[in-house]
């Protein structure tokens, strides 16, 4: 457990002199009693004494003490929490490769139907926003919290030739960020233009620290390497810079496989020096799926990633509430053993 104040721990050494100051006034009215003539007649009148009972109220308080001074030195501790993310972009690949058979059925099949059991366990609040990536990146469903319409978009992947990773990274966070004028230039092959009469200037980019962003997070899927587009790590760094996170699955066999398409022939590989790079840089994680069971399973490890997060969150009013409960006892208990408080 971490502290925001440590130096404040130092007060529980006072506790150590209440004991001694505690131990002083039983033993002050122990010497008191012995003043009276006849410690049997004092005895018969007072009957039976409390015994160990009495000090229980007392140790209480002293624990409701120590519980207060370690509240007011702020401790910290790392708890799970329900996640903020409102936001979730999947971007998946959609080049030729997907549709080789090293994964069963196949690639694409296997990731469309991974990425339908993904959103089922999300939360309903949570909109979703599906971009798919090939030679370039188009945005085939708008975030929403409609799970029919993301289904379909997902049902809707056409295969096309060419691997634009960085691009699909780039519209993600355009989609993320619709405000924010993210130049997508590089994507369309279109001169960004200076605004014109009455359009709003871009807004001044200030960057945040990576992984700060709590609002949303893309999943990128892809089988193979980038063979056109802008480059993965430029569009991670903007992700990076943005705070946003980029959860990267690699999809297919490591080796890589010879596949056929419109008919040409090559080797597709899968890049994952590419990927780690890019969830390292954003603060996210590289999740291998080799067959359809692994990438079902990852998707599921990452429904509970964006469901609750682990953060370290001070947790002072716990120690607060606890030493208020450790007073209303010792209250009670005094009251009831001897009809007073304390």
Do not use: C
């Amino acid at each position: 457990m971490n502290f925001v104040w440590p130096d404040l721990l130092w007060l529980l050494a006072l506790l150590p002199a209440l004991v001694a100051l505690y131990l002083w006034l039983l033993l002050r009215r122990k010497k008191l009693t012995v003043r009276y003539a006849s410690l049997s007649l004092v005895k018969q009148a007072l009957g039976k004494g409390p015994g160990w009972r009495r000090h229980v109220p007392p140790l209480l308080l002293l624990l409701a003490l120590a519980t207060l001074l370690v509240a007011t030195a702020r401790p910290l501790a790392v708890v799970t929490l329900p996640s903020q993310q409102e936001t979730i972009i999947l971007a998946m690949d959609v080049s030729g490769s997907m549709r080789a058979t090293d994964v069963h059925p196949s690639r694409i099949v296997a990731a469309q139907e991974a990425a339908k059991s993904f959103v089922k366990e999300l939360p309903r609040t949570v909109r979703v926003g599906i971009v798919s990536f090939a030679g370039t990146a188009a945005v085939v469903q708008p975030p929403t919290q409609s799970r029919e319409d993301i289904f379909a978009a997902i049902d809707r992947f056409q295969l096309q030739r060419a691997t634009a990773i960085g691009s699909g990274i780039v519209l993600s966070l355009a989609t993320l960020f619709p405000d924010d004028g993210i130049d997508l230039s590089q994507i369309t092959g279109q001169r960004s233009m200076p605004p014109g009469p009455g359009e709003k200037p871009k807004k001044e980019f200030t960057p945040v620290p990576p992984g700060s962003y709590g609002s949303g997070a893309i999943i990128l899927l892809t089988d193979g390497q980038r063979t056109t587009g802008p480059d993965p790590l430029d569009a991670a760094k903007m992700a990076a810079d943005r705070g946003v996170k980029v959860y990267t699955v690699g999809i297919g066999t490591k080796d890589g496989e010879i596949i056929g398409f419109e008919g040409w022939s090559m080797r597709v590989r899968l890049d994952e020096d590419t990927l780690k790079s890019i969830s390292n840089l954003t603060r996210a994680e590289y999740f291998y799926a080799g067959t359809a069971a692994d990438l079902k399973k990852v998707y599921e490890s990452l429904s509970t990633r964006l469901v609750v997060e682990k953060k370290e969150t001070e947790i002072s009013g716990l120690f607060a509430a606890a030493a208020a409960l450790l007073v209303v006892v010792a209250a009670g208990l005094s009251v009831a053993w001897f009809g007073r408080v304390l």
